[in-house]
């Protein structure tokens, strides 16, 4: 059964108005808080997995980025004094990521991550609600997967900081 052409004009419509939504939070926060989207992730994420300290490999898990692009992100995180690294005593080999007060300052006052506004409104549904919605999203993603893996490619851009880039080869 195929669908009537203007049903895929509505379907991308919305995709545009997630990925616009999308790149206006990461603007008000990059001019709010001076940081990038994926920045705050990390910033975050070094916050929430406890006050030992993280691991790298722990923040890159909990934020769904390559450890690499999160040790670069952890660089910058810390060139502005908004994480500390200590070696672990016992394993010389091990790194501990700490937030610095600083750090934690800004997590206080930084505007409400756009996801948790998003769980938030996302709880007020009903569980059938939120289930097909999953699947929904699940199989627009399956169609929108293209014939050939992307490679991902970290650039990096002092005006914006981090992106990922997807390149077709």
Do not use: W
């Not at 419509?13 to 808080?33: C, G, P, W």
């Not at 490999?57 to 670069?72: I, Q």
């Not at 930084?110 to 999953?134: C, I, K, N, S, Y």
């Amino acid at each position: 059964m195929s669908y009537p052409p203007d049903v895929a004009d509505e379907v991308l419509r919305s995709l545009r108005t997630v990925v616009r939504s999308l790149s206006n939070h990461s603007r008000h926060l990059a001019k709010d808080v001076g940081l990038t989207v994926p920045q705050m992730m990390c910033l975050r994420a070094a916050a929430d997995l406890g006050r030992d300290g993280a691991t790298v490999a722990a923040v890159a898990e909990e934020v769904e980025l390559s450890a690499p692009t999160v040790s670069r992100i952890l660089d910058r995180l810390e060139r502005h004094d908004l994480i500390e690294r200590h070696r672990a005593r016992s394993d010389r080999r091990k790194v501990f990521i700490h937030v610095t007060a600083e750090g934690r300052e800004i997590l206080g006052d930084g505007p409400q991550a756009l996801h948790q506004q998003f769980v938030e409104r996302l709880a007020d549904l009903g569980d059938e609600e939120r289930e097909t919605m999953l699947a929904s999203l699940r199989l627009v993603a399956t169609l929108m997967e293209i014939d050939e893996p992307p490679v991902e490619e970290d650039v990096e851009d002092d005006t914006r900081g981090l992106e990922r880039r997807v390149v077709n080869r």
